[in-house]
C-alpha cells in the first residue's frame, strides 16, 4: 500500500509542473497546508492569489463543474482555469499530494489589489470530499503570519456511498468524476461511516482536518 501511494503522488505531482503562473508584483507569499488527519491524504491543492469578491464554492449552494471535478477525481486544472478567466486571479499553483501528518508549500506573487488567497484539494479515500478556504487576507508585513484552520466539506455532487468502485486514488482505484448525483449542495462533510468499503478506524475525521499557514516573506 506505501508503494501504491508514493506512485499515486508521483503521477499527481506532475500537476505541479504544469500548474503554475505568476507574475512579478510587490510581495511573496509562503502558503504552507498541513494534513491534519490520520488516514486521509490531500490530492495535489491549486493555491491562487486574487483580488476580493473571488470565490471557490458557497456552502449551502450548488458547486461548479470545476469544483466537481476536483473533488471527485482531484483535478485542479478545470477549476484553475476557470478562476483564471474571470481576471481576478493574480497568481496560481499546486502543491503536491500531502500526507496525513505532513506538509506542502508553494510561495507566490502578490500585489496590494490581490491580496486574498484560495484554496482547494480533494480527500482522499471519499467519494466528493474537499479541503476548501475562499479569500483569506494575507498578512501585511513582512515576515509576518496568518493561521488559518480548514474543516471538510463535501461538493454534494456525488453520493457518499463509500464505495470503492466510485473513489480514485491508490486507497480504492475506482472511477473519478462522474455528473450524476449527489446532495446538490457544498456542505460540511459528514465523515465516513463505514456503509460501504472503507473503515470508519482508518479514514473517518474529526475537525478541522487542514492548517494553513501563510507567511509574507517581502
Known sequence: MQRQLYAFAAVLGLAGLFGTTAQASEGSYTVTITNLTRGTLFTPALVVTHR???????????ASDELAQLAEGGATGPLQSSLEATGKVHASATTGVIFPGTSASVTLDMDDHANRISIAAMMVPTNDGFIGANGIRAPFLKGQSRVVYIVARDA???????????????????????????????????????????????????????????????
Not at 52 to 62: R, Y
Not at 190 to 210: C, F, M, Q, T
Open 156 to 218: 454534494g455532487t456525488e453520493m457518499n456511498d463509500e464505495s470503492c468502485q466510485n473513489i480514485p486514488g491508490p486507497h480504492c482505484g475506482g472511477e473519478g468524476y462522474n455528473a450524476a448525483g449527489g446532495e446538490g449542495y457544498v456542505h460540511v462533510h459528514a465523515g465516513i461511516h463505514g456503509e460501504g468499503d472503507l473503515s470508519v478506524k482508518a479514514y473517518d475525521w474529526r475537525n478541522p482536518v487542514a492548517k494553513v499557514t501563510i507567511t509574507r516573506m517581502k
Open 52 to 62: 476580493k469578491g473571488l470565490q471557490i464554492f458557497t456552502e449551502g449552494e450548488p
